[in-house]
């Protein structure tokens, strides 16, 4: 969708694989899954700058008061 001029908002979904991801990634940890979704979203559209919306609360989030 063109958003203004050159800009575009694209919104794609997408499933981290567990052998392409970094050793350091658990996919079974919700923050480790979505920075694992994001990264493999950034290499498919690497010249593309990234802008991330969730409604999904983090823990950690919830956790602090924030």
């Known amino acids: 969708m063109k958003v203004a001029g050159d800009v575009h ?7 981290p694989r567990s052998d392409a991801r970094p050793d350091w990634l658990d996919l079974t940890v919700p923050e480790d899954w979505f920075i694992a979704s994001t990264l493999l979203l950034q290499s498919r559209h690497p010249a593309s700058a990234w802008f991330v919306a969730t409604s999904s609360p983090s823990p950690r989030w919830l956790s602090s008061g924030a």
């Open 9 to 15: 908002a694209i919104f794609e979904y997408i499933e």
